[in-house]
T-cell receptor, first 114, second 116 residues
């Protein structure tokens, strides 16, 4: 079956621009996670959704970062007024439930802020 | 606080030799432990997990990992390495309860290179 998909795969933004990154989770998966992976680092948690409810946004680095999942399926991570330090790969993962052991990751969106 | 350490940025082994990628962790309560592999331009792929039970867990592609509670370690192993095993490997930990349930904490990753 189809896995987690993300779009765009690559995004170049000029400093100060707004960007929107999309995640399509596996159909029926209740839980959706966003992670940020800086160059040479492991992924770091950003936020978590259970259906349409954002239950944990403690990992969002600033108020320029905003995520939504309005219908409990597709999710969008929005970054306003991008800065160079926002350059990273943004990974989306989904799982059947919050307590499910495995998270299924998408290929990521590589964001470069110039 | 939860954390994972992968002390080696790189591991190099010859094909056919055994390999070990090291991981130590710190977590409140009983840990759930995971290994993921990342190939270039691809997402993380699940390899194996430890939840409870036997300390030696077996996963995909012939990999296994040994949970050692006293040493808080979860080293990844394979008896005979293949060139195709060359990739970036991440160890991860999560809590089994609480407000951060489900959130994975990753190490920095270890680049494994297997030469022919």
């Amino acid at each position: 079956g189809a896995g987690v998909s993300q779009s765009p795969r690559y995004k170049v933004a000029k400093r100060g621009q707004d960007v929107a990154l999309r995640c399509d989770p596996i159909s029926g998966h209740v839980s959706l996670f966003w992670y940020q992976q800086a160059l040479g680092q492991g992924p770091e948690f950003l936020t978590y959704f259970q259906n349409e409810a954002q239950l944990d946004k403690s990992g969002l680095p600033s108020d320029r970062f905003f995520a939504e999942r309005p219908e409990g399926s597709v999710s969008t991570l929005k970054i306003q007024r991008t800065q160079q330090e926002d350059s990273a790969v943004y990974l989306c993962a989904s799982s059947p439930t919050r307590s499910s052991y495995e998270q299924y990751f998408g290929p990521g969106t590589r964001l470069t802020v110039t | 606080a939860q954390s994972v350490a992968q002390p080696e940025d790189q591991v190099n082994v010859a094909e056919g030799n055994p390999l070990t990628v090291k991981c130590t962790y710190s977590v409140s309560g009983n840990p759930y432990l995971f290994w993921y592999v990342q190939y270039p331009n691809r997402g993380l792929q699940f390899l194996l997990k430890y939840i409870t039970g036997d300390n030696l867990v077996k996963g995909s592609y012939g990999f296994e990992a040994e949970f050692n509670k006293s040493q808080t370690s979860f080293h990844l192993k394979k008896p005979s390495a293949l060139v195709s095993d060359s990739a970036l490997y991440f160890c991860a930990v999560r809590q089994n309860r609480g407000s951060t349930l489900g959130r994975l904490y990753f190490g920095r990753g270890t680049q494994l290179t297997v030469w022919p």
